[in-house]
């Protein structure tokens, strides 16, 4: 242990730290993605957040500063309504539901619930929610958004608790 009373050992183990910090930050500024604004007419994908991949009861999908919630109510004739909000004014949102066996149904329209454009419903039958995905393309200030979005989200895990 006699090495730990070297100067240049000590000097070492102080500066280390230091320039790992600096060239962690440096190298980011390099070669890290600059962010920008949406250019109208272009198409940005949006990320599905983890709390669409279990039973929260919610799915969060962002890209940036633009964020989508959907959220959904299991209706009495099996069938699940899809709530889809934003912060921004939609100026239209269609979907495709894509079965268990990976099949695409066709695409349709989601309805506006609100005259701001912020809040849209649809109705969907989900036979099993686990394996099942949504596909959607969101129109918003001159731009298209997509996103592909798990299921699992829509059984929350405190609502099947209670009823078993």
Same mark, same amino acid.
């Given at each position: 242990?006699?090495?730990?009373?070297?100067?240049? $050992?000590?000097?070492?183990?102080?500066?280390?730290?230091?320039?790992?910090?600096?060239?962690?930050?440096?190298?980011?500024?390099?070669?890290?993605?600059?962010?920008?604004?949406?250019?109208?007419?272009?198409?940005?994908?949006?990320?599905?957040?983890?709390?669409?991949?279990?039973?929260?009861?919610?799915? %969060?999908?962002?890209?940036?500063?633009?964020?989508?919630?959907?959220?959904?109510?299991?209706?009495?004739?099996?069938?699940?309504?899809?709530?889809?909000?934003?912060?921004?004014?939609?100026?239209?949102? $269609?979907?495709?539901?894509? %079965?268990?066996?990976?099949?695409?149904?066709?695409?349709?329209?989601?309805?506006?619930?609100?005259?701001?454009?912020?809040?849209?419903?649809?109705?969907?039958?989900?036979?099993?929610?686990?394996?099942?995905?949504?596909?959607?393309?969101?129109?918003?200030?001159?731009?298209?958004?997509?996103?592909?979005?798990?299921?699992?989200?829509?059984?929350?895990?405190?609502?099947?608790?209670?009823?078993?």
């Amino acid at each position: 242990m006699g090495f730990l009373r070297n100067k240049h $050992v000590i000097i070492a183990m102080l500066v280390a730290p230091v320039l790992a910090v600096i060239s962690y930050f440096a190298v980011d500024r390099m070669v890290g993605e600059v962010p920008h604004a949406a250019k109208a007419g272009n198409s940005y994908q949006l990320v599905e957040k983890s709390n669409c991949r279990y039973q929260s009861g919610r799915c %969060d999908l962002k890209n940036g500063e633009f964020n989508l919630r959907l959220t959904a109510t299991r209706l009495d004739n099996g069938s699940v309504e899809l709530f889809l909000q934003s912060e921004h004014p939609l100026k239209g949102v $269609v979907q495709a539901l894509v %079965d268990s066996q990976g099949k695409e149904l066709p695409p349709f329209n989601m309805q506006a619930a609100d005259d701001h454009g912020t809040l849209w419903t649809s109705q969907l039958l989900v036979s099993d929610a686990s394996k099942e995905r949504v596909y959607l393309a969101v129109a918003a200030k001159d731009s298209l958004y997509y996103a592909d979005a798990a299921l699992t989200f829509i059984d929350r895990e405190d609502i099947l608790n209670q009823q078993d």
